[in-house]
């Protein structure tokens, strides 16, 4: 089994993916819920990850995933067409990688989709990782989620 420094990087993954669905113009407006399955060498099953967040009127009618600031990640070459979205993720903090990711909304109230990320293990050698997500919206009314 590789050790691998994958904290940050699956807390950025994770901040990406689960901070809100949002595609411009995509998804609806309420409580969605984002399920993440991350794959990494040397783990014996993926790690999975499910949150809720409450998908503002903006973030719906507002542009394409972002990375979190904090993340040290950007995307680049993002591309949307019809309900995919695509992009490069590029990170240059501490835990240096890179990936592709590929969103699809089937209709306003589910997506899937999917991203590899090429990092480095503690030894040098190259890691690929795989994450898998998918969202569903669950409700017009957020209850007690605010993010």
């Given at each position: 089994?590789?050790?691998?420094?994958?904290?940050?990087?699956?807390?950025?993954?994770?901040?990406?993916?689960?901070?809100?669905?949002?595609?411009?113009?995509?998804?609806?407006?309420?409580?969605?819920?984002?399920?993440?399955?991350?794959?990494?060498?040397?783990?014996?099953?993926?790690?999975?990850?499910?949150?809720?967040?409450?998908?503002?009127?903006?973030?719906?009618?507002?542009?394409?995933?972002?990375?979190?600031p904090e993340s040290g990640c950007t995307m680049q070459n993002t591309r949307t067409e019809g309900g995919t979205f695509s992009g490069d993720l590029v990170c240059?903090?501490?835990?240096?990688?890179?990936?592709?990711?590929?969103?699809?909304?089937?209709?306003?109230?589910?997506?899937?989709?999917?991203?590899?990320?090429?990092?480095?293990?503690?030894?040098?050698?190259?890691?690929?990782?795989?994450?898998?997500?998918?969202?569903?919206?669950?409700?017009?009314?957020?209850?007690?989620?605010?993010?």
């Open positions: 089994m590789r050790a691998w420094r994958g904290a940050a990087v699956l807390g950025a993954l994770g901040l990406l993916a689960l901070s809100g669905p949002a595609l411009a113009d995509h998804g609806k407006v309420g409580l969605w819920e984002s399920s993440v399955s991350v794959t990494a060498p040397g783990a014996d099953q993926p790690q999975v990850v499910t949150n809720r967040h409450c998908m503002t009127a903006a973030e719906v009618a507002g542009p394409a995933l972002k990375a979190p240059t903090g501490q835990q240096k990688s890179s990936g592709h990711m590929t969103i699809t909304y089937d209709g306003p109230e589910h997506y899937t989709g999917r991203m590899t990320l090429n990092t480095t293990a503690q030894d040098g050698s190259p890691v690929v990782i795989d994450q898998t997500m998918e969202g569903r919206w669950i409700a017009a009314s957020c209850g007690n989620v605010t993010q």
